[in-house]
């Protein structure tokens, strides 16, 4: 049972372009998100968070939307750019601190 | 500030050998994590601990895995006897419980393949 998914295996953007990766979770008890950033043979760092108390929550080029009542929350980054290229996994959690249930992840690749 | 330090980086043993992967967190983070990553997906918590203690050991495949924290800083994962689905990339995380909203600082991960 997969309490969050990512059902974008990949996406393709133009260096430049806005990049808008999806992630969707059942679990209404969730209420930290994280979107963290992997190359390969690295591990996993961090990117950006939004609590439940806030639908939107701004870090530079990045920018996290929360729809509690879809379930739903996105990452904007604009502009891209090919250094953005990595896997981007979405996290979740019952209360800040606690275990991160994460998605499959969503390859980007930003094309110069 | 050193990050989330772990090795061995690789790791190749056969079936039903034992092997054991170390981690050393961010100075004074209390709270640790074990996680797997198998090829193509995203990491899955096997482990959680607080201090010493653990909060969260639910996934954690009992018969051939443990894990220890005995100080409250540096971890050992253990597997024995291995299989050849344990085969995935094993990451160490800390988080600093003082903060409001802690992230997880990742290590790089220990890749092991069981052949």
């Known amino acids: 049972d997969q309490q969050v998914k990512q059902n974008s295996p990949s996406l393709s953007v133009q260096e430049g372009r806005i990049s808008i990766l999806n992630c969707d979770y059942t679990n209404s008890m969730f209420d930290y998100f994280l979107w963290y950033k992997k190359y390969p043979a690295e591990g996993p760092t961090f990117l950006i968070s939004i609590s439940s108390i806030k639908d939107k929550n701004e870090d530079g080029r990045f920018t996290v939307f929360l729809n509690k009542s879809a379930k739903h929350l996105s990452l904007h980054i604009v502009p891209s750019q090919p250094g953005d290229s990595a896997v981007y996994f979405c996290a979740a959690s019952a209360q800040a601190g606690n275990m991160l249930t994460f998605g499959g992840g969503t390859r980007l690749m930003v094309k110069p | 500030e050193a990050g989330v330090a772990q090795s061995p980086r690789y790791k190749i043993i056969e079936k039903r050998q034992s092997v054991a992967f170390w981690c050393n967190p961010i100075?004074?983070?209390?709270?640790l994590y074990w996680y797997q990553q198998i090829l193509g997906q995203g990491p899955k918590l096997l482990i959680q601990f607080q201090n010493n203690g653990v909060v969260d050991d639910s996934q954690l495949p009992k018969d051939r895995f443990s894990a220890e924290r005995l100080k409250g800083v540096d971890s050992t994962l253990k597997i024995q006897p291995a299989k050849l689905e344990d085969s995935a990339v094993y990451l160490c995380?800390?988080?600093?419980?003082?903060?409001?909203?802690?992230?997880?600082?990742f290590g790089q991960g220990t890749r092991l393949t069981v052949v």
């Open positions: 995380a800390s988080s600093d419980t003082g903060e409001l909203f802690p992230e997880a600082f």
């Open positions: 100075s004074g983070h209390a709270t």
